[in-house]
C-alpha cells in the first residue's frame, strides 16, 4: 500500500511501534465544511429545513453517553450534538503522545451517515467536503495521522472518482463503507468502488456505523432491537453479512489485490460464521462456481480486523482459544476507538491477549497493511 510512504521514519528506540488503525474524528457542527462544499452542497447545508441540513441519527440513546467526556463541552451537549467535536490537541494528549503512537488512522463519526442518505448526489457533495476539512484541518498538522476517505456507496461511480482524487496523494490510508447498507458490499454494484480502490492501492475499511439508519436496513433479521445494550451487542452483524457477500461474489478473485479491514464489530462471531460458509460452500459450490477456494482462505490473505470492541470473557485464555481460528498473528491489528466510551487501552488489550500475538497486533500487521516503514535506529 502507498499510503504512508512518503513519511520517513526514525525510532529513537527499536520497535514495538504502536498503530492504532480506528481513531474517529469529526466536525462540532456539519456547517464546518461549508468552505470545502461546492455552491449546491453548500445551500443545501446552510439552507434546508427551518436551521439548515441536519443528518439522520440513531433511534437508540446511549445511557450515559456515547463519547468520553473529556472530549467535549457543555456549550457542545447543550447544542445537541451526538458526536461533538474535539481538538487534535486533545487527540494528541489522549492518544497519540499518551500512548507514543507512531501511526494512527482517522475515522468518521457523523460523516458516516453520508453514505445511508436518499439523495446520493447530496451525497458526494457532503463527502467530498468533509475529505477537503479532513486533509486540511487534521491530516496536513499530524505527521502520524492519516485518514479514511468517506465515499457516497450508494453512488459508486461518484465515490470511485472521489477514491481516485485523494487516493494516492499520501494523506489517506483506507477507503471508508459503513456497515449500513442497502445492498451488502459484495453485491457488483460496487465494483466500481473495487477497482478504484485497487487502482490506488487503498484497503476498504468497513466500520459498524448507522445500521437501521437512513436507507439502510434494519439492525437483524428479527428486525429492530429496542434498547442501546442490544444494539451494541447485535451490530457485528452487519460486518458478517458484507463479508460472507465479499466471499461469495468473489470479489478477491476479480479484485486480487485488494484488502479488506472490518472494524468495531467484535471477533469471536466471525470465527463461527467462516466454519459455517466454509461448510455451506464445499456442499453448494456449483452456484458460486467463481469463488474457487474455500472462502475462509480468501479472508487470510485479504481480510483484517481490529481488535476493538475486544469480546471478554471471564477466562481470558477462552478468549484466546475462540481466536485461535482467525489467525490473530497475521489479521488482527490494534484500535482505540477514541474517543468513544468503550475505548480501549493499548497497555490492557494487548496484556489480555497472548504474549505471541502482540508484536503483530501492536503494529506488524497494520504496518505491512498500510506500508509504514518499520525502522529503528542505527
Not at 481538538?87 to 451517515?113: G, I, K, M, S, Y
Not at 447530496?122 to 479532513?134: I, T
Not at 462471531?269 to 469463488?291: F, H, K, M
Request: aromatic letters at 10%; charged letters at 20%; one cysteine or more.
Amino acid at each position: 500500500m502507498t499510503a504512508w510512504r512518503s513519511l520517513t521514519v526514525r525510532l529513537a528506540v527499536a520497535p514495538p511501534m504502536l498503530i492504532d488503525c480506528d481513531i474517529h474524528v469529526t466536525y462540532g457542527s456539519i456547517k464546518e465544511i461549508v468552505p470545502f462544499a461546492d455552491a449546491h452542497t453548500r445551500e443545501l447545508i446552510e439552507r434546508s429545513g427551518v436551521a439548515g441540513l441536519s443528518m439522520p441519527t440513531y433511534p437508540w440513546v446511549h445511557p450515559s453517553g456515547w463519547i468520553r467526556r473529556d472530549t467535549y463541552d457543555a456549550e457542545a451537549v447543550e447544542a445537541g450534538s451526538m458526536f461533538p467535536g474535539f481538538t487534535l490537541d486533545q487527540l494528541r494528549e489522549h492518544v497519540l503522545d499518551r500512548f507514543d503512537v507512531t501511526f494512527a488512522v482517522a475515522n468518521p463519526d457523523e460523516a458516516a451517515c453520508f453514505s445511508v442518505l436518499p439523495n446520493p448526489r447530496l451525497a458526494a457533495g457532503l463527502a467530498s467536503a468533509y475529505n477537503d476539512w479532513l486533509l486540511e484541518t487534521w491530516l496536513r498538522h499530524e505527521p502520524r495521522l492519516r485518514g479514511s476517505l468517506v465515499v457516497p456507496a450508494q453512488w459508486p461511480e461518484a465515490a470511485a472518482k472521489e477514491i481516485r482524487r485523494h487516493g494516492a496523494g499520501g494523506h489517506f490510508a483506507a477507503v471508508f463503507l459503513p456497515g449500513a447498507a442497502r445492498i451488502p458490499y459484495g453485491n457488483p454494484l460496487y465494483d466500481p468502488i473495487w477497482e478504484a480502490a485497487a487502482e490506488v492501492g487503498l484497503p476498504v475499511a468497513v466500520h459498524v456505523h448507522y445500521e437501521g439508519v437512513g436507507t439502510s436496513g434494519p439492525l437483524t433479521g428479527a428486525g429492530m432491537p429496542d434498547f442501546y445494550t442490544e444494539f451494541h451487542t447485535l451490530n457485528g452483524a452487519s460486518l458478517h453479512g458484507h463479508l460472507v457477500s465479499i466471499l461469495c461474489h468473489g470479489v478477491f478473485e476479480r479484485h486480487p489485490g485488494i484488502k479488506v479491514i472490518f472494524m468495531e464489530g467484535g471477533l469471536v462471531g466471525y470465527v463461527g460464521v467462516l466454519w459455517r460458509l466454509d461448510q455451506n460452500w464445499r456442499a453448494t459450490r456449483s452456484e458460486i462456481p467463481w469463488c474457487r477456494r474455500r472462502p475462509s482462505e480468501y479472508v487470510w490473505d485479504h481480510v483484517r480486523f481490529t481488535t476493538q470492541p475486544l469480546d471478554e470473557p471471564e477466562d481470558a485464555q477462552q478468549l484466546a482459544n475462540a481466536l485461535a481460528p482467525l489467525h490473530p498473528e497475521r489479521t488482527l491489528m490494534y484500535a482505540t476507538d477514541y474517543p468513544h466510551w468503550d475505548f480501549d487501552d493499548p497497555d490492557q488489550t494487548l496484556r489480555t491477549l497472548p504474549a505471541e500475538w502482540r508484536e503483530p497486533i501492536r503494529f506488524g500487521t497494520a504496518a505491512d497493511l498500510f506500508g509504514v516503514p518499520v525502522t529503528s535506529a542505527a
